[in-house]
């Protein structure tokens, strides 16, 4: 009888524990919350096989009032909310240097550009992109256009 009491509660605590996890951290339905479902059933079927039907009932009212006291306070709480994403990135590709480069500016390219890569101005490397064309490493390159976010290059003749 203690047995049956051990199994039936192991299952539904480890079932629900599980239902939890999948709430939190596992999102969308995963293996996690139906191994959860599937253990609390077998729990709640063990209770009203090995203990009979009246208690089989409580074990069903405790299971649903357990499940549905645990869901509604974590809502409530707001505990969920340690989870959130809380901060926005705000900055742009090439902030750092939009005031240090001009246009006219010469340098050499790094990597070939198909029609992007890297090219070093001023001993720092920069992604720049062509206007299409392909350009080989170690090119010379002068900029033709700066906007917020691209440097526009083309190579030297």
């Given at each position: 009888?203690?047995?049956?009491?051990?199994?039936?509660?192991?299952?539904?605590?480890?079932?629900?524990?599980?239902?939890?996890?999948?709430?939190?951290?596992?999102?969308?339905?995963?293996?996690?919350g139906?191994?959860?479902?599937?253990?609390?059933?077998?729990?709640?079927?063990?209770?009203?096989?090995?203990?009979g039907?009246?208690?089989?009932?409580?074990?069903?009212?405790?299971?649903?009032?357990?499940?549905?006291?645990?869901?509604?306070?974590?809502?409530?709480?707001?505990?969920?909310?340690?989870?959130?994403?809380?901060?926005?990135?705000?900055?742009?590709?090439?902030?750092?240097?939009?005031?240090?480069?001009?246009?006219?500016?010469?340098?050499?390219?790094?990597?070939?550009?198909?029609?992007?890569?890297?090219?070093?101005?001023?001993d720092?490397?920069?992604?720049?992109?062509?206007?299409?064309?392909?350009?080989?490493?170690?090119?010379?390159?002068?900029?033709?256009?700066?906007?917020?976010?691209?440097?526009?290059?083309?190579?030297?003749?």
């Open positions: 009888m203690l047995l049956d009491w051990i199994t039936v509660l192991a299952l539904i605590g480890i079932g629900l524990l599980l239902i939890i996890v999948e709430l939190i951290f596992v999102p969308g339905t995963t293996v996690v139906v191994a959860g479902f599937i253990l609390t059933a077998i729990g709640i079927w063990i209770g009203y096989a090995a203990l039907t009246a208690t089989g009932h409580i074990i069903l009212a405790a299971t649903v009032l357990i499940g549905g006291v645990a869901f509604f306070y974590s809502f409530r709480s707001d505990s969920w909310a340690r989870f959130a994403l809380k901060e926005q990135n705000k900055s742009h590709v090439n902030e750092e240097y939009q005031h240090t480069l001009a246009v006219g500016q010469e340098g050499r390219t790094v990597s070939a550009l198909r029609p992007q890569g890297t090219a070093l101005f001023n720092l490397h920069h992604e720049v992109q062509t206007q299409g064309e392909f350009l080989a490493p170690s090119t010379p390159v002068r900029i033709i256009k700066l906007t917020q976010n691209k440097i526009i290059v083309e190579a030297i003749s």
